[in-house]
Structures are given as C-alpha cells and as structure tokens.
C-alpha cells in the first residue's frame, strides 16, 4: 500500500511515499516501525491512540479507529494537523 | 496496591554530614552550556577562562527541547528531551557532543492500561537526571504529566520506574493536567545523594516534595514547612508546587528550594523546610523558578525572582531583572544586577534555565523567556550577554569538557 508521509516524518523515511503492508491501521503502522523505528511512537501513543496533531486519510477519508480495515489497494495519507506557532 | 506511606521516610545509616564549605579548587576545563528552547538547541563552548563563545547550533530546529543533558560520568554523552508541535515525545542521544543524534529505541511511556480504562499519555520528558556515579549509562526522567523512568543503557530505553506512576495515591498527589503548570503537571528535580545511589530526592508541580531510601522503590512526601496559595490547606499533598530542588554538593543533607509559595532551606534529617525568602526585599519577594547552589559552599545560594503578585505576570519584578544571593544560608539576600537590563525587561527565567559551573570564583548562567543568554564570570557581581535573538529559552546547563 502507498502511504504518503508529511514533512516531520521525513526525518525517519526520507521520502515522502514509501510502501507498506497491513490490514488495519495498526499492523501497517507496525510495518512502518519496522522499516523506521520509532516512527510508530511518533504519531500513536502509548494508549495506541492517535496523537491530536496528526491525522489519518485512507483515499480522501479521514479515519478515526487503528482498526479500520484496508486493502492493498488504498492509499494512506498522514497528515500534520495545526498545532500552534 | 503500591507501597508507599504517607510519613516521612527515615534513613538507618546516614553519613557524617561533610562540612559546610569545602576546600577550593581551581578547575581550568573548557565548559560547554547546553541550551535547551522551544525551537531547538545549542551548544555554546567557551574557552579555559570563559571569555570567548563559539556557538554550535541549531540543533533539532523546529524541535520542543525541553532539556539537554551531558553525562558527567563519561564526559562526552549527550540526551536531549525533544518533541514537535506534531509529533510525540522522544529522547535522542549523541556519544560524540552532538556532532550525530540517535534516538532512543524506546523512549519514556506509560503502561498501556487495562481495555477500558483511560491510561495516561507522557506530552514530554521534562527533566533529565543522571544517576549515581557508581551506575554509570543509568538515567532518571521526570515527564509531563508526573512520571519517573529509568534507562540502564544511557538512554537507549527506557521504563516507568518506581510505583508511584500508577499508585492510587499519589495519581491523587499529581491531581489532573487543570491542576498542573500551563504547559503541563510536570515531575523534576530529580536528585541522586551523591553518598548513596538508593537515596533519591524527587518534586512535583504539582504535587510536592518526596524522598526515597529505598532506590524509588516507595516515596514518601517531605513538606512540613512548606506554605501553600492562601485559603488552601497545606496538609493536601497536591496543593504543593515547588518550582525548583537544589542538593548541596558540599553537604548533600543540605537541600534548597524555590516554590510557588516562596524560599525553603531544609537540613536533614529535620523533616520541616523552613522559609528563607521572608529575609528577601519585601518589594521584590521571594517568588520565582530557578534555584541555583553553589558548588563548594552549603551557605550559597542564587535564585532569580519573578512577578508573583495579582494576576502572575511572571515577569522581572517591575521590569527590572536581577538575580539573588545569599551567602549565610538564607538569613539575607543581596541584589545581583550590574550588567542586567535596568528597566523595561519583562522576562522571565525558567526553573531549568540557570545554573552554575564549578569554577572559582563561579560562573553562572542563565537564559530568558526572550531567548537571551546571560553569563557572570563572578558569582553574580556582573552579568553579560553571550547570545541574543534565540527561542525562549527552556533550559541551561553546563558541564566542563575532560
């Protein structure tokens, strides 16, 4: 699966589209920290919840639950929310 | 349920307290200051007589550092407590003084909790302790909101340590994020006895002062003496918020505190702080952030007073900034502000934000909420600027370079 990555994750994929595999939203993550460590911790925390300033899109859709389904053929985007000056 | 008590704990072996002054050296190293913003950091090395700055930064740019730390014991190990507007909190560790960064495999979080039950999420790692010299590569992390970690591998992981993070009790003491600091209930000044890696110093804001002899395996809260914001009981352990611990290197039963509520001297094994600050220029006070202790002297001290009346500016009293110090242990203060702005200064210093290297006679250091750099190669007696126009300033700390 394509998963687009914004600009204060570069630091850890160095590309701003990389490939992952997962079924849901967790395991892709997991996939993601196994390519990039620590990548996981940076957007989800240790209550695996999302962080407030970053945001889940799967083909335009923004996704609430780290168990939404997914298919190899969707696209993720994480997106940078606002968070102040 | 954990094992913690409410009673002050007691030592059964306590060594000779050391005495008061210890004998003067003349320490010739190179310092480096490590300045932590709310924009990244810098590395400022100064020469042997700390006259000439060459700054080395930014570092992490954009990043939320809150803390940077050089390890003592190896001289040469750096960690730095780091976040971003957007992402999660981390550590990162750099083993050559910040020429490379590499994260922490497993930074500082909290136990998942039990499906069902809210858990609590760490915002940032606030405070950065390293342990006793006789544990080398171990360290201490206080986050927001209060939690005490632990790495044994300098750095690269780290776990929840001791039972207070989920101890019924002291999530009482800690009270909510409401209850806490505007960016956060913060855990901090963490504090090894340089006599006895099991004997821990440890505060909250809010939430108190607590001690352990038993290696953080239990705390208990020290803060008879301690005065809380009027009209609030100060047997309520939560309505604490001392700002900033000090342990006296020279005589580590001697502990300084500076508090929302004022100045405190305690002097082990009393149990009771006693408040120093009532000796301060009425018109001035004895509120304020940073506690600053002299290396070789107990009776030293240096705090930096701020606003604390009406609505809490948390400003230099009327705009005119000056730093403290007392050298009877608190019985009286003398104004340090040659050199400083005279007026129309409305910074502040944070509680992290000053400190002192172990020259003689010593140097201090301390940065603003305007992200101006200030040094005294004196003990105070003249201040200068070594750097303007950086972010607000979080933290400073200096260390000398083997």
Redesign the interface.
Same mark, same amino acid.
């Given at each position: 699966m394509k998963v687009l990555i914004?600009g204060?994750?570069l630091s850890y994929t160095k590309k701003k589209e990389v490939e992952a595999d997962g079924a849901t939203i967790t395991e892709l993550l997991a996939d993601l920290d196994r390519q990039y460590?620590?990548f996981r911790? &940076?957007?989800?925390?240790?209550?695996?919840?999302m &962080?407030p300033?970053?945001r889940f899109f799967v083909n335009g859709e923004q996704l609430f639950e780290m168990t939404h389904p997914l298919r190899p053929t969707d696209e993720l985007q994480i997106v940078?929310?606002l968070?102040?000056g | 349920m954990a094992r913690t008590t409410k009673k002050p704990a007691t030592r059964t072996q306590r060594p000779t307290a050391r005495a008061t002054r210890a004998p003067r050296r003349r320490p010739s190293r190179r310092v480096v200051v490590l300045v932590a913003t709310r924009k990244g950091a810098w590395l400022f090395h100064g020469d042997a007589a700390r006259r000439t700055w060459r700054v080395d930064g930014p570092h992490f740019l954009g990043h939320i550092i809150n803390h940077v730390v050089l390890d003592p014991r190896d001289g040469r190990t750096l960690l730095a407590a780091t976040k971003t507007g957007h992402l999660g909190p981390t550590i990162f560790r750099s083993t050559d003084l910040g020429r490379t960064w590499k994260e922490a495999a497993r930074p500082p979080a909290f136990t998942k909790a039990p499906d069902g039950e809210k858990g609590r999420v760490v915002d940032h790692t606030f405070w950065l302790t390293p342990c006793h010299a006789n544990e080398p590569n171990a360290w201490y992390a206080g986050t927001s909101p209060q939690g005490l970690f632990r790495s044994n591998d300098g750095g690269v992981t780290w776990d929840p340590f001791s039972v207070i993070n989920d101890d019924p009790q002291y999530q009482t003491w800690m009270g909510s994020v409401q209850d806490g600091t505007p960016d956060g209930p913060k855990l901090h000044s963490i504090i090894v006895d340089p006599r006895d890696p099991a004997h821990l110093y440890m505060a909250m804001s809010g939430g108190g002062v607590h001690e352990s002899v038993d290696r953080g395996r239990t705390f208990a809260p020290i803060v008879k003496g301690m005065e809380v914001v009027e009209g609030f009981d100060p047997a309520t352990i939560a309505f604490h918020d001392p700002h900033c611990v000090r342990l006296c290197p020279s005589n580590p039963d001697r502990l300084y505190q500076q508090n929302h509520c004022g100045i405190y001297r305690i002097d082990r094994p009393s149990n009771e702080w006693t408040r120093i600050g009532r000796n301060m220029p009425t018109q001035v006070g004895d509120i304020g952030f940073p506690m600053v202790v002299h290396p070789r002297d107990a009776d030293t001290v240096w705090v930096f007073p701020m606003d604390g009346t009406t609505v809490w500016p948390r400003t230099s009293p009327e705009g005119k900034p000056a730093a403290y110090v007392t050298r009877n242990g608190g019985k009286s203060w003398h104004r340090l502000d040659s050199g400083l702005p005279k007026s129309q200064a409305w910074w502040t210093v944070k509680r992290q934000a000053m400190t002192a290297d172990a020259h003689d006679p010593v140097g201090l250091y301390l940065g603003t909420t305007s992200g101006e750099l200030w040094m005294s190669r004196d003990e105070g007696d003249r201040w200068g600027c070594i750097a303007r126009n950086l972010p607000e300033i979080y933290a400073v700390e200096v260390a000398e370079l083997r």
């Amino acid at each position: 699966m394509k998963v687009l990555i914004p600009g204060p994750l570069l630091s850890y994929t160095k590309k701003k589209e990389v490939e992952a595999d997962g079924a849901t939203i967790t395991e892709l993550l997991a996939d993601l920290d196994r390519q990039y460590p620590g990548f996981r911790f &940076r957007v989800i925390d240790e209550q695996n919840r999302m &962080r407030p300033h970053v945001r889940f899109f799967v083909n335009g859709e923004q996704l609430f639950e780290m168990t939404h389904p997914l298919r190899p053929t969707d696209e993720l985007q994480i997106v940078q929310a606002l968070s102040g000056g | 349920m954990a094992r913690t008590t409410k009673k002050p704990a007691t030592r059964t072996q306590r060594p000779t307290a050391r005495a008061t002054r210890a004998p003067r050296r003349r320490p010739s190293r190179r310092v480096v200051v490590l300045v932590a913003t709310r924009k990244g950091a810098w590395l400022f090395h100064g020469d042997a007589a700390r006259r000439t700055w060459r700054v080395d930064g930014p570092h992490f740019l954009g990043h939320i550092i809150n803390h940077v730390v050089l390890d003592p014991r190896d001289g040469r190990t750096l960690l730095a407590a780091t976040k971003t507007g957007h992402l999660g909190p981390t550590i990162f560790r750099s083993t050559d003084l910040g020429r490379t960064w590499k994260e922490a495999a497993r930074p500082p979080a909290f136990t998942k909790a039990p499906d069902g039950e809210k858990g609590r999420v760490v915002d940032h790692t606030f405070w950065l302790t390293p342990c006793h010299a006789n544990e080398p590569n171990a360290w201490y992390a206080g986050t927001s909101p209060q939690g005490l970690f632990r790495s044994n591998d300098g750095g690269v992981t780290w776990d929840p340590f001791s039972v207070i993070n989920d101890d019924p009790q002291y999530q009482t003491w800690m009270g909510s994020v409401q209850d806490g600091t505007p960016d956060g209930p913060k855990l901090h000044s963490i504090i090894v006895d340089p006599r006895d890696p099991a004997h821990l110093y440890m505060a909250m804001s809010g939430g108190g002062v607590h001690e352990s002899v038993d290696r953080g395996r239990t705390f208990a809260p020290i803060v008879k003496g301690m005065e809380v914001v009027e009209g609030f009981d100060p047997a309520t352990i939560a309505f604490h918020d001392p700002h900033c611990v000090r342990l006296c290197p020279s005589n580590p039963d001697r502990l300084y505190q500076q508090n929302h509520c004022g100045i405190y001297r305690i002097d082990r094994p009393s149990n009771e702080w006693t408040r120093i600050g009532r000796n301060m220029p009425t018109q001035v006070g004895d509120i304020g952030f940073p506690m600053v202790v002299h290396p070789r002297d107990a009776d030293t001290v240096w705090v930096f007073p701020m606003d604390g009346t009406t609505v809490w500016p948390r400003t230099s009293p009327e705009g005119k900034p000056a730093a403290y110090v007392t050298r009877n242990g608190g019985k009286s203060w003398h104004r340090l502000d040659s050199g400083l702005p005279k007026s129309q200064a409305w910074w502040t210093v944070k509680r992290q934000a000053m400190t002192a290297d172990a020259h003689d006679p010593v140097g201090l250091y301390l940065g603003t909420t305007s992200g101006e750099l200030w040094m005294s190669r004196d003990e105070g007696d003249r201040w200068g600027c070594i750097a303007r126009n950086l972010p607000e300033i979080y933290a400073v700390e200096v260390a000398e370079l083997r």
